[in-house]
Every structure is written in structure tokens, then in C-alpha cells.
């Protein structure tokens, strides 16, 4: 069965900091891997997908995450955040003919002037 | 707006009491699916639509939930006899099959409180 973890619950940053969240996943074959954002009272919204190809993919917002098969990663990075940054970070994992995703337990993120 | 929308954005209900949800998707949409998400939790996947059809139910779906389709555009999620541990936000997102894995838009949810 896949699973996500995302080991950190809450993350503080700075201001202008760079900012990196962590993702492992489980999975058999090829995963394909999503970063989702949450807001307060809004919708997920899709920051960026893996299906294949090159391993660093850029998404919205200055987002980028990088796949790396041999740690089962997913890590999603800024290099500088901004306060509006600041929301609830998933990662998921979905498969090819299995439409489901399966998500992570979130990363919360706290901007700090 | 052309995004997912669901109705009502809050419930409050007592125990016992039948609660029904709406998701209207993207119209082009095919594929639509529905999660619950609990506090301090990701979303978890409870069943999926393509078209019509109901293709997969999570065992998270207790025999008080059912959830329909009818025309292959707007679904609805009903919970019979609710009990406190189905407070949560229960989320509705679509998508277009593209023949791989697709992309879902999810909507802003209904958060339901059972007292």
C-alpha cells in the first residue's frame, strides 16, 4: 500500500528565509508525486506534480521540489518565502490506474516577519 | 467561477440526524471524488465517480454513507444516523481522465460538526 510522511507538523521561518519540506513516500513502482497548498477556508490547491522525466520540477508561487527515487523523496523548497506562504503544506502520492491520492498529514507553515 | 463549488460550506446536525452534501465539479469534468479530512489530518479518499459510475469505495465508507452521481455531472454525499466521529471536512474534487493520473481540483469543502 503507498503511504506519505511528512515528518515535520509545524515549521517556523523568517521572512525572506529559504524554506524546505519534507516528503518520503512508499510505493512499489513509480509513484506519481503532488504538492498541495491549503488556506485557511479555501480548497487544496496544486503547487506542483512529478510523473516523470526530469527530477525537479517548478510549480506556482516560486515552488520547486525535487524527486529523488533512491531516498523515496519529495521535498518542496522556496528560496525566499513570503508572508502569504504562510498555510498548510500536503504532499500525495498517486499511481498509475489507481485514481486515489493518498496525502500526508500536512506541514504547517508559520511566516515570521 | 468555474472551479469546484460544494454546498453547504458548514453543517451542524445533532447525532442521529441525516446530513446531505453537494459537489457540482469542473463541467468538462469526468471524474469526480470525494475525501474526508479530519483535524491535523490529510485528506483521506472515500470513493470516486467516473461519470456515473461509482468505481471505488474506501472501507472508510460505512453502510451510512452513500454517495450518487445520477447524470454524470453534480454528486452528493449522504450520511445516515450521524455519529460524532464523522465530524470532519469532507471534500469534493474532479478531474479529467486523460488516460494517466489526472490532476484534481478540489473544492473548499463542507465542514460538518455532529453534537
Known amino acids: 500500500a503507498q503511504s506519505v510522511t511528512q515528518p515535520d507538523i509545524h515549521i517556523t521561518v523568517s521572512e525572506g528565509a529559504s524554506l524546505e519540506l519534507r516528503c518520503n513516500y512508499s510505493?512499489?513502482?513509480?509513484?506519481?508525486l503532488f504538492w498541495y497548498v491549503q488556506s485557511p477556508g479555501q480548497g487544496l490547491q496544486l503547487l506542483l506534480k512529478y510523473f516523470s522525466g526530469d527530477t525537479l520540477v517548478q510549480g506556482i508561487k516560486g515552488f520547486e521540489a525535487e524527486f529523488k527515487r533512491s531516498q523515496s523523496s519529495f521535498n518542496l523548497r522556496k528560496p525566499s518565502v513570503h508572508w502569504s506562504d504562510a498555510a498548510e503544506y500536503f504532499c500525495?502520492?498517486?499511481?498509475?490506474?489507481?485514481?486515489?491520492?493518498?496525502f500526508g498529514t500536512g506541514t504547517r507553515l508559520t511566516i515570521i516577519p | 467561477d468555474t472551479g469546484v463549488s460544494q454546498d453547504p460550506r458548514h453543517k451542524i446536525t445533532k447525532r442521529g440526524q441525516n446530513v446531505t452534501f453537494r459537489c457540482d465539479p469542473i463541467?468538462?469534468?469526468?471524474?469526480l471524488y470525494w475525501y474526508r479530512q479530519t483535524l491535523g489530518q490529510g485528506p483521506e479518499f472515500l470513493t470516486y465517480?467516473?461519470?456515473?459510475?461509482?468505481?471505488?469505495k474506501s472501507r472508510l465508507l460505512s453502510d451510512r454513507f452513500s454517495a450518487e452521481r445520477p447524470k454524470g455531472s453534480f454528486s452528493t454525499l449522504e450520511i445516515q444516523r450521524t455519529e460524532q466521529g464523522d465530524s470532519a471536512m469532507y471534500l469534493c474534487?474532479?478531474?479529467?481522465?486523460?488516460?494517466?493520473?489526472?490532476?484534481?481540483?478540489f473544492g473548499p469543502g463542507t465542514r460538518l460538526t455532529v453534537l
Open positions: 500525495a502520492v498517486g499511481n498509475f490506474g489507481n485514481e486515489k491520492l493518498t
Open positions: 510505493y512499489g513502482a513509480t509513484p506519481y
Open positions: 474534487a474532479s478531474s479529467l481522465d486523460l488516460g494517466g493520473v489526472d490532476e484534481q481540483f
Open positions: 465517480f467516473q461519470n456515473e459510475a461509482q468505481l471505488e
Open positions: 463541467s468538462e469534468h469526468n471524474r
